[in-house]
Nanobody, 123 residues
Framework: QVQLVESGGGLVQAGGSLRLSCAAS????????VGWFRQAPGKEREFVTA????????YYADTVKGRFTISRDNAKNTVYLQTNSLKPEDTAVYYC????????????????WGQGTQVTVSS
């Protein structure tokens, strides 16, 4: 079956960095776009960034543009999210999700989701 497994979360001070990974199995990874979403306590899930199957088309929320970078390695079936200059407001559970439909990847109605990884940024 399809699995998406996030890793790399943790506790970091403001201004610090983390590299999140999303490892996929059970699907033809190179055919799927992958998005990162996050949900903070008491808030709705929000779009962070997405990368399409070709690794060329990328999209970012305004709140993370210039600080976060998404990339993928299709040979490793993995998508990475490099987070720099982290702020306390970046604290959330970060989820990756995959779908073959670009609109679904950006819109958050993907077929497949991971279990999430916690990112906590202290001030």
């Amino acid at each position: 079956q399809v699995q998406l497994v996030e890793s790399g979360g943790g506790l970091v001070q403001a201004g610090g960095s983390l590299r999140l990974s999303c490892a996929a199995s059970g699907l033809t990874f190179s055919s799927y776009g992958v998005g990162w979403f996050r949900q903070a306590p008491g808030k709705e899930r929000e779009f962070v960034t997405a990368i399409m199957w070709n690794g060329i088309s990328t999209y970012y929320a305004d709140t993370v543009k210039g600080r976060f970078t998404i990339s993928r390695d299709n040979a490793k079936n993995t998508v990475y999210l490099q987070t720099n200059s982290l702020k306390p407001e970046d604290t959330a559970v970060y989820y990756c999700a995959a779908d073959t439909r670009p609109n679904a990847v950006v819109g958050g109605w993907c077929d497949y989701w991971g279990q999430g990884t916690q990112v906590t940024v202290s001030s």
